[in-house]
């Protein structure tokens, strides 16, 4: 999917969920605040103008380019999703984008700079309080805090709480806290990603063995197949060999038709000559009986 929305921001940065939220559409924005929440997207490149990712969809993973040009937020979606103006999946990145920009933009928003699209002119430069003297005491606090912290660090446990600082010391603890949390975060989505590839060899395995299995069955069902065809040729034979035999027969009992046949006739002729016979042997009678009475 491709969309184009006319944006007066200068920066991605400057979108933030509640301006986000108020563009695209309200079912839209609340799957990709979930996906947002079920860390499925993975920023690949950024900067303020625009953004590559992937994010794992229901169905798969999609790839999102984002970018800012000429007064427009073009973005564009391997999916083929009809949310209007924006799928869930840019939604998603966008929110990322954003979640992923604040440590760096803290800074400026301690200090109240207009957020809306229509305030960005020009870049927003630290105001004057940004050089504001650093307290000793403060500086103090700050490295006391340090101490803890690479143990902290060390142990792989949370970051200590610090609340007592101000100004840009306290901006820095924030950033230092802000660093550790994404580190455990990225810690969780390795273990998490290393748990699915264990999953996925699994499946693969499983799916490898169900191959092999069939694959015998196949090769099973095809000496089957040989068996039945060598008998059906063998069949054949004889089926052959019967039609020869019928044929044979059939030509015996013509035969045996011509000479029940001949036969019949050959009789006839001997009835008619047996009557011939009686016929001469009662004319003989007769001529003979004159002939011994005088
Ligand atoms: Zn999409």
Partial sequence: MRNKIPCSAERLSLLDPPMIQGVVDRNAFHLGSQYLSENRVRIVEANEAQISSAVIGNSGLYEQTIRLKDGHLVSRCSCSLPEEPMCRH??????????????????????????????????????????????????????????????????????????????????????????????????????????????????????????????????????????????????????????????????????MKTIAGELISKGTQLDKLANSFREVAVALKTIAKPGSTP
């Fill in 90 to 255: 840019c939604i998603a990145v966008l929110l990322e984008y954003h979640r992923w920009v604040q440590p760096r933009t803290k800074k400026a928003r301690q200090n109240p700079v207009p957020m809306s699209s229509e305030a960005s002119n020009g870049n927003t430069v630290p105001p004057s309080n940004f050089t504001a003297d650093l307290k000793l005491s403060e500086v103090m606090a700050f490295i006391e805090w340090l101490n803890p912290v690479m143990k902290a660090l060390e142990k792989g446990e949370r970051l200590p709480e610090q609340s007592h600082l101000s100004g840009d010391l306290a901006a820095w603890v924030q950033t230092i806290r802000t660093l550790d949390e994404r580190r455990r975060e990225s810690e969780e989505i390795q273990l998490t990603l290393e748990s699915e590839q264990r999953e996925r060899e699994a499946y693969v395995e499983r799916m490898t063995q169900q191959l092999q299995a069939s694959m015998a069955e196949v090769k099973a069902a095809q000496s089957q197949l040989q068996h039945l065809q060598q008998e059906v040729a063998a069949y054949q034979d004889m089926f052959v060999k019967v039609a020869e035999i019928a044929s044979e027969v059939g030509g015996y009992d013509s035969q």
